[in-house]
């Protein structure tokens, strides 16, 4: 067996330059391909001999053998390189050779260590600054933000003092209302010294009400009504008022104790106090009510009504005296309508209850329903 001769490394291409040493050499990124030639020498058999090579770095594992006495690495990546190669000859006898030293190929600027350190530094720079600035926008947007909420809120409570003063004011006069109200309702002491047993439950659902009491005497007859006006709360009380001067103005004027003759004539008050007949613009505001003429005398009771009736209550009994479906004062296109009148004689212990609508509509219960005239019978 004869050993393989001398293997030696005979030329280095760097992108197709010879390079006359393979000394320590540090490389551009571009600088990347590589021709590595090698020969080794063999007096014996020179036809038979067989290379490997192995890159460092690149490759994974020793090429396969062959007689090719070059090999061209191209595209490398940056790093550190190392060239191997090994020949044989035909009796397998092997012989190394190696670059003395590391060759390295350098990253582009862009991507080198170096770029990254400052990159990142020249980032963290950035967020802090953008962080800085932001903080101190935010610190403006607040101040801002602050100094409108303080105007809104003395806005605010300005506006709340000019609407608990103008409250102020209007429950004030509301309150007045009911003082004029109140004082023109007959009181309950003038009533019973008419010399009869009588009571009013009076319960307005608002400081003022649109229903009120009524009464009167003229000669032996007294004449009492409940009274229901339209709307409710200040337009009611505006209605009571005009309904309760309108009915002592009748009574004062003409002296007149017929219900259905009052209720003609307090109809046709309201129709001119209100201007109905003069536009259709006009409101159609008007009054329910029970009209009630009573002679002491006699002991004969009279009623008219508009929509509320007369309850009697006689012998455990309640006896009802329907009114007619029309109110007063509420414009009506057919002028024929009238009034009726009904009449009774008062036997001992009898009863009588005129009334509007409050106590039957009112809701409760369990079920929240209404009350209903039967229960109030009941």
């Not at 590589?34 to 890159?55: A, G, H, K, M, R």
């Not at 012989?95 to 003395?100: A, K």
């Not at 409570?157 to 007045?176: A, G, R």
């Not at 508009?306 to 009697?312: C, D, E, G, M, V």
Request: glycine share 6%.
């Amino acid at each position: 067996a004869y050993p393989v001769g001398k293997l030696m490394i005979t030329n280095f291409e760097i992108e197709g330059v010879k390079t006359s040493t393979l000394g320590e050499l540090d490389l551009n990124y571009d600088q990347n391909e590589w021709l590595f030639e090698f020969l080794t020498v063999s007096l014996t058999d020179p036809q038979n001999v067989q290379y490997q090579t192995f890159l460092e770095g690149r490759d994974e594992k020793w090429s396969e053998w062959g007689s090719r006495r070059s090999v061209l690495y191209s595209a490398l990546p940056e790093g550190e390189f190392k060239f191997h190669v090994r020949a044989r000859n035909r009796w397998g006898n092997e012989r190394t050779v190696s670059v003395p030293v590391d060759l390295e190929i350098h990253p582009p600027w862009y991507r080198s260590t170096t770029f990254y350190v400052i990159s990142g530094i020249a980032a963290l720079l950035l967020l802090i600054a953008y962080i800085k600035i932001r903080e101190r926008n935010l610190r403006r947007e607040k101040l801002v933000l602050a100094e409108k909420v303080r105007q809104r809120t003395s806005e605010v409570v300005e506006k709340s003092k000019e609407l608990e003063q103008k409250n102020s004011d209007i429950l004030d006069s509301i309150n007045y209302a009911r003082r004029i109200q109140e004082a023109i309702l007959v009181p309950e002491s003038v009533i019973r010294s008419y010399g009869l047993d009588t009571f009013v439950f009076f319960k307005p659902k608002d400081i003022v009400s649109g229903d009120f009491y009524w009464f009167n005497k003229v000669g032996n007859k007294v004449l009492f009504s409940a009274v229901d006006c339209t709307g409710h709360g200040v337009p009611g009380a505006f209605m009571s008022v005009v309904g309760y001067s309108l009915l002592d103005k009748i009574i004062m004027e003409s002296g007149e104790t017929r219900p259905e003759v009052i209720l003609d004539q307090l109809s046709a008050g309201v129709e001119k106090f209100l201007r109905q007949k003069h536009s259709e613009q006009m409101p159609k505001d008007g009054m329910d009510l029970a009209l009630v003429a009573y002679d002491m005398n006699t002991r004969e009771l009279e009623f008219s009504g508009a929509f509320n009736p007369l309850y009697i209550l006689r012998n455990g009994e309640v006896i009802e005296f329907k009114a007619d479906r029309f109110s007063v004062g509420s414009y009506q296109e057919d002028q024929s309508k009238k009034f009726a009148r009904h009449s009774l004689k008062i036997e001992p212990g009898d009863c009588a209850y005129v009334f509007s609508d409050g106590f039957v509509d009112q809701f409760g219960g369990p079920d929240y329903k209404k009350f209903k005239s039967r229960n109030f019978k009941n």
